[in-house]
C-alpha cells in the first residue's frame, strides 16, 4: 500500500507517495516465485531516493540557524530568503524544504513537469516540458531570470534541482529559437550522443545553463540542493549545471560536433552562436565564492538501498557499479555476460547508469525497454534468472513504463504470441512487445530522477 506524507500547515494539496510491491505488479513478477520479494527490492530502491526524505536528510533547523550538509547559515542577517525549484522532482522537493523553513520563506518560483493541487501562496509555479523544451520551458526560463535579477547581496536563496531540470526550463541567446533546440537535441538523441555530451552543447546555448543561473543570483548567497539523475553526477552535468561552474570549454562543443558529423545537420543560428565564442563561467570564478552546491540523492543511494532489502531477503549481492552507458543494446550482451559467468545463489546483481539508443525504426520504446528487449535472446532457455530495467523517474523515454521484466522463458512465451524479438528491436519498438507479453513495468510517475538501475536474478 502506499504511505502517504503530507506537507502541514504549508497550504499545500500535495501528496508524496512511497512505493511499495503493488506498484510493480506485471505478469511475469505476479506468478514468479520470488516476485514478491523482487518488487520490494524494487520498491526499496525508490523510496531511497524519494526527495522529500533527501531534503531532511541534508536539511535541518536549529532555531535561526540552518544547516546544510553540515554547514550553519544564520537566518536572521538576511532580508529575503527565497526558493528556486525545477525538475522532475521540483515539487516533494519544495514540499519538504518548506516544512524545514517554514514562515521564513519570502517567496519562490517552482519549475515541475506536471501540476496538480493548490500551493502555498508564496510559490509562483510555472510548468515546463520534457524531454523536450516548449514554450512552457521559455516561459519558466524567463521567469526564473526575470526572478533571479531582484536578487541583492542581503539575500539568501536556495535553487532544489533534479533530473529534468534542463528541457523543463530554458533560456536560449538572442537569435536562437525553440525550434532549433528542439531540432539540434533530436539530432543528438538519434545520433545516440551520451546525456554529458548533450549537456555540453546545452550549457553553451542557454543563460541559465552553465552556472548562467549562478551569475544571475550572484552577489546573492546561494544554496543548491541537487538530486542527481547523471553518472557519477557532475554538478555540470545535472539539470547543465546551472549553479556550477562548466569545465567545458567551446573546443569541447566543436569536438562533439565532429564526432557526430552533425556541423551541417543542426541550425545555421546555434553555429553562427558558438561562432561567436562566448564562454561559460570557469571553475575559479569569484561569482562561485558564495555558492554551495550539495549533492542528496543520486544512483549510488538508490542501488545501495535496494542491496541491503535485497541481503535481508537472502540474496547474496554484487555491486557491478553505477557508470554503466553506450548502446542499450551492447551494454544488455554485457550485463547478461555478468549474470550468467556469476555462480552466486540466490544472488541480486545491481548495475546502474544511463544507457543511450540510435534511433533505426520508428517503434515506441526507451533506453531502458531496449535494454530488456535485447536480453530477451541472451537469456532464452535460461533457468532460474532474471533482468529488470528500471528508470528511476518512472517513465522510460517518451513512455508510461519504467522498464521490463524478462526471464529465460519470455523469448518461448514471444515466439507463442508469434512474436520476434528481432524484427521489434530492429524497430525500436520495445514497448509493445513487452506491453504484448504483459510484462511492462508502471509504477506510474516517482516523483524522484536518480538514472536507471538494472537488476540481474539467479535463482535457487
Known amino acids: 500500500m502506499f504511505v502517504l506524507f503530507l506537507a502541514e500547515n504549508l497550504n499545500f494539496d500535495i501528496i508524496i507517495y512511497m512505493l511499495d510491491s503493488k506498484n510493480f505488479l506485471n505478469d511475469t513478477l505476479t506468478y514468479h516465485s520470488r516476485g514478491l520479494s523482487v518488487r520490494g527490492i524494487l520498491a526499496s530502491a ?51 524544504f518548506m516544512q ?11 519549475v515541475p513537469k506536471h501540476v496538480s493541487g493548490e500551493y ?30 531582484k536578487f541583492t547581496e542581503k539575500d539568501l ?4 534541482i533534479s533530473g529534468g531540470g534542463s528541457a523543463l526550463v530554458t533560456a536560449p541567446y538572442a537569435g536562437i529559437s525553440l525550434d532549433d533546440l528542439r531540432k539540434l537535441t533530436q539530432q543528438l538523441l538519434a545520433c ?13 546555448l542557454d543563460r541559465i545553463k552553465g552556472g548562467g543561473l549562478a551569475k544571475q543570483i550572484h552577489p546573492a548567497r546561494l544554496v543548491s540542493l541537487i538530486l542527481s539523475d547523471v553518472v557519477n553526477s557532475p554538478l555540470e552535468a545535472i539539470a547543465s549545471g546551472p549553479t556550477a561552474p562548466d569545465p567545458s570549454t ?18 545555421d543560428s546555434i553555429i553562427q552562436h558558438f561562432e561567436k565564442g562566448l564562454e561559460t563561467p570557469k571553475p575559479g570564478d569569484d561569482l562561485f565564492r558564495h555558492v554551495l552546491n550539495i549533492i542528496v540523492g543520486n544512483n549510488e543511494l538508490a542501488a545501495s538501498a535496494a542491496a541491503q532489502k535485497a541481503q535481508k531477503l537472502g540474496f547474496q549481492t554484487v555491486d557491478l557499479g553505477n557508470d554503466w552507458q553506450g548502446e542499450a543494446r551492447e551494454v544488455a ?40 528487449l535485447a536480453a530477451v535472446p541472451l537469456l532464452a532457455g535460461k533457468q532460474n534468472v532474471m533482468l529488470i530495467t528500471l528508470a528511476t ?37 520495445s514497448y509493445h512487445f513487452f506491453e504484448k507479453l504483459g510484462d511492462l513495468l508502471k509504477p506510474g510517475p516517482t516523483g524522484t530522477n536518480v538514472n536507471d538501475l538494472t537488476f540481474l536474478f539467479r535463482f535457487d
Request: net charge negative.
Open 250 to 267: 567551446l573546443q569541447d562543443v566543436w569536438a562533439v560536433l565532429e564526432k557526430y558529423d552533425l556541423s551541417k545537420k543542426i541550425p
Open 120 to 149: 502555498d501562496p508564496r510559490l509562483i509555479i510555472q510548468p515546463g516540458s520534457h524531454p523536450l523544451p516548449d514554450e512552457k520551458s521559455l516561459r519558466a526560463g524567463e521567469m526564473l531570470l526575470a526572478a533571479a535579477e
Open 393 to 429: 523517474d518512472g517513465e522510460d523515454g517518451p513512455t508510461d513504463a519504467a522498464g521490463a521484466v524478462v526471464i529465460g522463458e519470455t523469448d518461448e512465451r514471444a515466439k507463442m504470441s508469434a512474436l520476434n524479438p528481432e524484427e521489434y528491436l530492429q524497430n525500436n519498438d
Open 192 to 204: 545516440g550522443a551520451r546525456i554529458d555530451e548533450i549537456n555540453t552543447l546545452r550549457r553553451h
Open 157 to 160: 536563496v536556495f535553487c532544489l
Open 333 to 372: 550482451k554485457r550485463l547478461v555476460e555478468e549474470l550468467l559467468h556469476c555462480d552466486k545463489v540466490p544472488v541480486c546483481m545491481i548495475a546502474g547508469g544511463e544507457t543511450t539508443v540510435t534511433l533505426q525504426g520508428k517503434g515506441k520504446g526507451g533506453r531502458n525497454l531496449e535494454l530488456a
Open 100 to 110: 524545514i523553513l517554514g514562515e521564513n520563506l519570502s517567496k519562490g518560483w517552482v
Open 46 to 96: 525508490i523510496n531511497a531516493v524519494e526527495p522529500g526524505e533527501a531534503i531532511h536528510r541534508f536539511v535541518r533547523r536549529d532555531g535561526n540557524l540552518l544547516y546544510c550538509n553540515g554547514v550553519p547559515y544564520d537566518l536572521d542577517p538576511f532580508e529575503h530568503v527565497y526558493l528556486i525549484a525545477f525538475g522532475k522532482a521540483a515539487v516533494p522537493m519544495s514540499v519538504a
